[in-house]
T-cell receptor
Framework: EPEVTQTPSHQVTQMGQEVILRCVPISNHLYFYWYRQILGQKVEFLVS????????KSEIFDDQFSVERPDGSNFTLKIRSTKLEDSAMYFC??????????????FGPGTRLTVL | AQSVTQLGSHVSVSEGALVLLRCNYS??????LFWYVQYPNQGLQLLLK??????LVKGINGFEAEFKKSETSFHLTKPSAHMSDAAEYFCAVSVSTGNQFYFGTGTSLTVIP
């Protein structure tokens, strides 16, 4: 069964450094998403991406964040200058795009980002 | 704005007992509702979803949920718990005016032998 994959599984970085989290969505999906979960808190939406542009973003997704689909398979989240409060589990998801509001979003296993 | 509240961050049941995980939603427009499960070191996996068809929705692994508009609830149930049901369960809502999901804080289910 097709699945969303994410690398690395755990990333440790120093405050102020840039990190890139990588995701490979399901191959025929059209919508891509990033969510994050700070330990003990809700899973929060960051951004959705469709047709090579941001479709929707939350207040969390400020100028330090960016997303890119550099090729036909990868979908990346870049954090330019990490802060301590960026420490969280980051989930990538994808959906078919037939009906975005009701489509099942398929999630990857997550990348745990630790900022020291 | 949309949101979900999951009552009980931790629920313990005996093997074979009824599982009831609670989810209440808030939405100013008709909602679409989802239950996801997360096993250790894995991604979130869809259990079931409500998309305005039948109010009683059956999902995988014997789980079901009923959409009750009057109670703004979408509780998840399973008649008989199995050890393999031990996991984290998340309720989520989406609406037609956007494509993001709004998640609850999750409920950790423990099944006692």
């Amino acid at each position: 069964e097709p699945e969303v994959t994410q690398t690395p599984s755990h990333q440790v970085t120093q405050m102020g450094q840039e990190v890139i989290l990588r995701c490979v969505p399901i191959s025929n999906h059209l919508y891509f998403y990033w969510y994050r979960q700070i330990l003990g808190q809700k899973v929060e939406f960051l951004v959705s991406f469709y047709n090579n542009e941001i479709s929707e973003k939350s207040e969390i997704f400020d100028d330090q964040f960016s997303v890119e689909r550099p090729d036909g398979s990868n979908f990346t989240l870049k954090i330019r200058s990490t802060k301590l409060e960026d420490s969280a589990m980051y989930f990538c998801a994808s959906s078919s795009g037939t009906s975005p509001h009701t489509d099942t979003q398929y999630f990857g296993p997550g990348t745990r980002l630790t900022v020291l | 704005a949309q949101s979900v509240t999951q009552l009980g961050s931790h629920v313990s049941v005996s093997e074979g007992a009824l599982v009831l995980l609670r989810c209440n939603y808030s939405s100013s427009v008709p909602p679409y509702l989802f239950w996801y499960v997360q096993y250790p070191n894995q991604g979130l996996q869809l259990l079931l979803k409500y998309t305005s068809a039948a109010t009683l929705v059956k999902g995988i692994n014997g789980f079901e949920a009923e959409f009750k508009k009057s109670e703004t609830s979408f509780h998840l149930t399973k008649p008989s718990a199995h050890m393999s049901d031990a996991a984290e369960y998340f309720c989520a809502v989406s609406v037609s005016t956007g494509n993001q999901f709004y998640f609850g804080t999750g409920t950790s289910l423990t099944v006692i032998p």
